[in-house]
């Protein structure tokens, strides 16, 4: 394959040494660079196909698909004239990826179920434990001395999932029966980018355990939503027809869900375990 990359046009291929990383495989050459658009760094990879791609990812990430023999100047011209469309589903991305679950630092600020809680981290106990108390706005975090802040995090996380278990297990009969559509099983996961998952030839649903941060109606919209999933694969007007008759206000719950779910933003951890709060 180094002879047939040979015969290329090098007046083509005369930028490459400066802005590519070259990759070979056993099978074809992969030319990789990294283009900026109005601020909105994109991922190009050159290969051996006809036309452009854009594939926006989790969390914004931009990459780009375009052919082995695009010159430079049609790649920038081809992105440029996409850039209104990148800015918008990149901030759409950012905003629809799923928050952080709490990090288990004293003082900490969160929501859960909607409602926003103060961390106190109580030490000296050998059962861990991590319990609610809404009355007083009070999220307690029961440890043992030289517990780290990872393993605080540990408990919280679990304690949500079992929680956030309850509430689906709970709810799901009663949603099921309102949309008419059933799911085979579902199960809680940990998902960066998503609410929810479905497999529509299994018909398991996925949800975030980060939904344990919201409201409980954001819960059931979610739930809805994957349930639709299970007879119709795509977002297209199917989909949304069905959407809009099972959840006339889905816009309003869209919004809580993009919402940030901490009040500012939590420092980074590099103490090893708490020290306050005896």
Not at 41 to 68: D, H, Q
Not at 161 to 185: D, T
Not at 190 to 216: E, H, Q
Not at 220 to 243: N, P, Q
Request: proline share 4%.
């Amino acid at each position: 394959m180094q002879h047939q990359l040979e015969k290329y046009d090098r007046k083509k291929l005369s930028y490459v040494a400066a802005s590519f990383t070259i990759t070979s495989y056993a099978y074809m050459k992969v030319l990789f660079m990294k283009i900026v658009v109005d601020g909105i760094p994109i991922n190009v990879t050159k290969k051996k196909i006809r036309n452009m791609y854009i594939r926006i990812k989790a969390g914004g990430i931009v990459n780009a698909s375009v052919p082995l023999y695009a010159s430079h100047d049609d790649i920038c011209e081809f992105l440029h004239s996409k850039a209104d469309w990148i800015r918008k589903y990149v901030q759409l991305e950012k905003q629809n990826s799923a928050p952080s679950l709490p990090t288990a630092v004293p003082g900490e600020h969160m929501h859960i179920f909607g409602k926003e809680y103060e961390l106190i981290v109580s030490i000296g106990y050998k059962q861990k434990s991590f319990k609610l108390y809404p009355e007083l706005g009070k999220a307690v975090l029961k440890v043992a001395s030289g517990t780290s802040v990872a393993e605080g995090r540990k408990v919280i996380k679990e304690a949500l999932r079992s929680e956030l278990k309850r509430i689906v297990m709970q709810r799901m009969p009663y949603i099921e029966h309102y949309a008419g559509l059933k799911c085979s099983r579902w199960h809680i996961r940990d998902m960066k980018s998503r609410w929810g998952s479905c497999n529509v030839r299994t018909k398991v649903i996925y949800l975030n355990l980060r939904l344990a941060t919201k409201p409980i109606k954001c819960i059931d919209y979610i739930i809805i939503h994957e349930l639709i999933h299970t007879v119709i694969a795509d977002h297209g007007s199917e989909f949304k027809r069905m959407r809009d008759k099972l959840v006339p206000n889905w816009k309003e719950l869209d919004d809580i869900l993009c919402k940030a779910e901490y009040v500012g933003d939590i420092p980074e951890i590099h103490h090893p375990e708490y020290t306050v709060y005896e």
